[in-house]
């Protein structure tokens, strides 16, 4: 038995970004719905991976319940609908302010370690949730690829890249 999931002949159909791919823009991708995908997972058991101890089980409930709400959403509402955009906290990420996160990105999409900032992904985040009676406010971080396939990375768990300011 076989079955086709595109209407397309082309059997080489593929959504996945690989490394020396273009860097999306948002004007490629604006009209489509956001789909999430695994391929640069971070499983380093650092504080920004999906496999760090201090996740509970709770927490990744509420991370695929986030999944399911943002699956349903354009893109261009994160770009021009302020409430949205206000909502789930979506914004690029600085890497030549957070130049800690410039050698796990480079590890994560195997590139070489002499590759300028500007030719890498642009990273996004997106909060997750906040619950402020526990003081929580997960993110999650990755970039745009192909078909508005966002390219998960890490799991920012404790708010640490853009730490809430006091």
């Known amino acids: ?5 595109y209407e397309d002949e082309d059997e080489n159909v593929d959504i996945k970004y690989q490394v ?6 948002f004007g490629d991708i604006e009209n489509l719905t956001l789909t999430i995908v695994f391929d640069y997972l971070s499983l380093n058991k650092t504080k920004l991976c999906f496999n760090n101890n201090e996740i509970t089980a709770d927490d990744f409930r509420k991370l ?3 999944k399911q709400q ?3 959403i354009k893109i261009n509402s994160f770009i021009d609908d302020s ?3 206000r909502e789930y906290h979506f914004h690029s990420v600085d890497l030549y302010k957070k130049k800690f996160l ?6 994560l999409l195997n590139y070489n370690k002499f590759i300028e900032v500007y030719q890498l992904p ?3 985040q ?6 402020n009676l526990t003081m929580k406010a997960p993110r999650i971080l990755g970039f745009f690829g192909k078909n508005a396939a966002f390219h998960l990375l890490w799991f920012d768990y404790e708010h640490s890249v853009y730490p809430k300011k006091k």
Request: glycine fraction near 6%.
């Open 1 to 5: 038995m076989k079955f086709d999931f």
């Open 20 to 25: 020396g791919d273009d860097i999306i823009n």
């Open 64 to 66: 695929f319940e986030f």
């Open 70 to 72: 943002v699956s349903t």
């Open 83 to 85: 409430k949205i955009k």
């Open 102 to 107: 410039l050698e796990p990105l480079k590890k």
């Open 122 to 124: 642009t990273i996004y």
């Open 126 to 131: 997106l909060g997750v949730y906040t619950d």
